[in-house]
């Protein structure tokens, strides 16, 4: 079936820094979501990327899907502490009406003050 | 105030018995899921429903039951049978089924099997 890795699992960053999370799937996939996750809480839809090497900004986030729609990348520059959370990506395959999703097992972003 | 609501938000249950998790959304969305979440792992499906009266399995239904008469409500029923039901369970809806839809996420339910 449909695998879909995460990486890294784990960040901790100086605020300030930068901050990386990458999405691999073992499939073509249609596209990819984006969720955001903080401590305690529920997931928390961020974007939807669906075109071949598309980029979208929000503000300090950038996100990329691949060219070969195998992969995406979620990037944040200079990290606030606001950013604290698990950030999974969640990809679509196959029958885009089939209903269901994989996610990733997400990246947990610490960042010190 | 439109959203997805689960409870109870913590539920303890001794080993053996069943236990049903509410999931209730207004927002008026054709699909539901179920997911689980574990300690360092992502969210796993275990149910999801895209219209009234049908509901497929996910990638771990084993032990885990559901029903979808009303299209505002799906519970989940977590069997005697799931060898190890504690976890965080979360419920989401989204328009319609289908890639192209964002889920939205109740604030979970917390089970601990004592």
């Known amino acids: 079936g449909q695998q879909v890795m995460q990486i890294p699992q784990y960040q901790h960053v100086q605020e300030g820094e930068d901050f990386t999370t990458y999405c691999n799937s073992s499939?073509?996939?249609?596209?990819i979501q984006w969720y955001k996750q903080r401590p305690g809480g529920h997931p928390v839809f961020l974007i939807q990327l669906v075109k071949s090497g598309e980029v979208k900004k929000q503000k300090r986030l950038t996100f990329q899907f691949g060219e070969a729609k195998k992969n995406s990348s979620l990037h944040i520059t200079a990290t606030q502490t606001t950013d604290v959370g698990t950030y999974f990506c969640a990809g679509w395959s196959g029958n885009t009406n089939a209903g269901k999703s994989t996610f990733g097992d997400g990246t947990t972003l610490t960042v010190k003050p | 105030d439109g959203g997805i609501t689960q409870s109870p938000k913590y539920l303890f249950r001794k080993e053996g018995q069943n236990v049903t998790l509410s999931c209730e959304q207004n927002l008026n969305h054709d699909a539901m899921y179920w997911y689980r979440q574990d300690p360092g792992q992502g969210l796993r499906l275990i149910y999801y429903s895209q219209i009234v009266n049908d509901f497929q399995k996910g990638d771990i239904a084993e032990g885990y039951s559901v029903s979808r008469e009303k299209k505002e409500s799906f519970p989940l029923t977590v069997t005697s049978a799931q060898k190890n039901p504690t976890a965080f369970y979360l419920c989401?809806?989204?328009?319609?089924?289908?890639?192209?839809?964002?889920?939205?996420f109740g604030p979970g339910t917390r089970l601990t099997v004592l």
């Open positions: 499939t073509t996939l249609s596209n």
């Open positions: 989401a809806s989204s328009k319609a089924g289908g890639s192209y839809n964002e889920q939205f």
